[in-house]
């Protein structure tokens, strides 16, 4: 299995950005596909995970301007990013988890920088 992540830049604040995370290879029907971020200096932390059957959760600080989405049809997850803040600058990365049993799989990230 394989994550390639694509759409990280560099945006003003208050703008917005769209991450896209495609998945070859079979992965297990009950899975969860989320994206994290690391920051310089901190942990990894879940950003937004949407599960196979279509539930979501959010971390705190995105609720409200990050919104995940997936197709399963091409085995890819979406996060779109609104109202971008400078503390959301991060490397972003993809992550699938098989639900049975528990299986990790990393995209290589993307460079996320909101700044003026």
């Known amino acids: 299995v394989q994550l390639a992540e694509s759409g990280g830049g560099l945006v003003q604040p208050g703008g917005s950005l769209r991450l896209s995370c495609a998945v070859s290879?079979?992965?297990?029907?009950?899975?969860?596909m989320g994206w994290y971020r690391q920051a310089p200096g901190q942990e990894r932390e879940l950003v937004a995970v949407?599960?196979?059957?279509?539930?979501?959760k959010y971390a705190d600080s995105v609720a409200g301007r990050f919104t995940i989405s997936r197709d399963n049809a091409y085995n890819t997850v979406y996060l779109q990013m609104n109202s971008l803040r400078p503390e959301d600058t991060a490397v972003y990365y993809c992550?699938?988890?098989?639900?049975?049993?528990?299986?990790?799989?990393w995209g290589q990230g993307t460079q996320v920088t909101v700044s003026s």
């Open positions: 949407i599960f196979s059957g279509g539930v979501t």
């Open positions: 992550n699938v988890r098989e639900l049975g049993p528990l299986t990790d799989y």
């Open positions: 290879g079979s992965v297990f029907s009950l899975n969860a």
